[in-house]
């Protein structure tokens, strides 16, 4: 990682590190027998000696835990890494990264509201997009690697501007702080996916963001086993100025207010809780967040450098590259490009042979984990919105997607090199 690497708050004797304060924070936040983890709790409930307190914990008067639909103790640990990880001030779980878009939507939009994202959503995003419009809010998708587009499309009722940081497939880089700037300028919330690059590549933060969103289920966790998402509060927004706060949760000092409600509606009201055993998977999985992600844009950077020259390769989309529209941009906000990639065969070219003659590289959807993966994009996940939604969106029926993990080089490269080499001798 490059100086840019985002650093967290001081120890006494300087800046601790990410990796650091990851691998210390739950043994110097008190666990029974020195015990170096935060315990599974897998309690429903949580009781108290005086009736007093119960009430006190569920007027908001005194923290604590009473039913785990709202959060039990190794998620709260979880939801302080998080926080920490942005650099923001407070952080809810989910089950999953879905879960944790969506109760952001439901819990803070109501009828007639609009929302402008960006035209390269995650899939699963832009088909919850849908889903609002469905249930009398609007959309306005444009592309935001151009500040302008995100503008333009403002109206009086606008409420959310949501983007990627780095989109998925196709790796577009949203114009990020210029959006920024002019939400603030607008007193705008402006949510920002940070899934693609993650925390230790770019705090959303950084560019103004209100809210961040990340699925914990991808590079957080990387060891595809946990299904996790997170909304991080940062501190940026205003919320006495966001009008669609309830008066229950308009107490106290307004900078709790949004995630209060996001708490309230979208995890005590809709319910995708995070379990205690996957907030376990995910905190023990995020120990080596730092050196996964670096060793795993190393391989990234290679890969794409190497397939760029390839004869059988007719495009390479990744951020890294110079040849890259907003290669620029990724230089001067990332700590390093991400490990996702995408790219097309030249015409002609057996895309399915292809897959199939990797050895090393998964076939499966996923990113973000150790493993390798590769994935046909036009035919899978961006299957069910039809051929002139994809053409919309710049997916070429050929686009496959990899998702870079943290083998060894040589054997990466030795798997691309023999399978392009099998499907050039089988030409369609
Ligand atoms: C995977 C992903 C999500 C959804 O996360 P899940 O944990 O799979 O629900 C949201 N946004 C982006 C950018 C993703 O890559």
Redesign the pocket.
């Known amino acids: 990682m490059n100086s840019s690497t985002p650093r967290g708050p001081r120890g006494p004797r300087g800046p601790r590190g990410i990796t650091t304060q990851l691998l210390h924070a739950d043994r110097l936040g008190g666990v029974e027998h020195g015990a170096t983890h935060k315990p599974i709790h897998v309690a429903s409930a949580f009781g108290y000696d005086k009736a007093a307190d119960l009430v006190a914990v569920f007027q908001g008067e005194r923290s604590g835990h009473v039913y785990a639909r709202q959060g039990n103790p190794t998620t709260t640990a979880l939801e302080q890494k998080i926080t920490m990880l942005e650099a923001g001030c407070g952080t809810v779980c989910f089950a ?4 944790a ?1 969506a109760a952001v939507m439901f819990s803070l939009l109501r009828q007639g509201d609009h929302v402008v994202a960006s035209r390269f959503l ?1 899939g ?2 832009a088909s919850l997009m849908q889903t609002l419009e469905s249930i009398g809010c609007s959309v306005t998708l444009v592309d935001a690697t151009d500040m302008a587009n995100v503008e333009r499309a403002l109206r009086p009722t606008t409420r959310i501007v949501f983007v ?1 940081t780095i989109a ?1 497939p196709r790796t577009q880089v949203a114009d990020l702080a210029a959006i920024g700037t002019m939400c603030a300028t607008r007193g705008l919330l402006y949510v920002v ?1 940070n ?2 690059s993650g925390p230790c590549l770019f705090r959303p933060a950084s560019v103004g963001a209100g809210l961040v969103v990340n ?4 590079s957080i966790s990387g060891h595809g086993n946990a ?3 997170a909304v991080t509060d940062t501190g940026c927004f205003d919320w006495s100025a966001y009008p669609n706060i309830l008066p229950a949760y308009r107490k106290g000092a307004a900078a709790t207010w949004g995630l209060l409600q996001v708490r309230k509606k979208g995890l005590r009201d809709m319910g995708a809780t995070l379990t205690a055993d996957s907030a376990h998977r995910i905190s023990s999985g995020a120990e080596t967040l730092v050196l996964r992600v670096e060793r795993a844009c190393e391989n990234a950077l290679l890969l794409a450098s190497w397939l760029e020259d390839r004869p059988e390769v007719a495009r390479v989309h990744y951020p890294g590259l110079p040849s890259h529209a907003q290669h620029a941009n990724a230089r001067k906000w990332f700590a390093a490009f991400g490990a996702l990639l995408s790219f097309e065969l030249r015409d002609g070219l057996d895309m399915m042979g292809f897959l199939d003659a990797l050895q090393v590289v998964i076939k499966s959807s996923h ?1 973000g984990d150790n493993r390798t993966l590769a994935i046909p994009v036009a035919p899978t996940i961006f299957w069910e919105m039809g051929a002139d939604k994809r053409a919309d969106m710049d997916i070429a029926d050929t686009l496959i997607r990899v998702s870079v993990g943290i083998e060894d080089i040589d054997d990466l490269l030795a798997d691309f090199e023999q399978a392009l080499l099998a499907c050039c001798s089988t030409v369609v």
Do not use: C, P, V, W
């Open positions: 999953t990264g879905m879960a878009i995650f699963n995003t990627e998925n996916d899934t693609m699925s914990l289920t991808k299904l996790g998402g990113l």
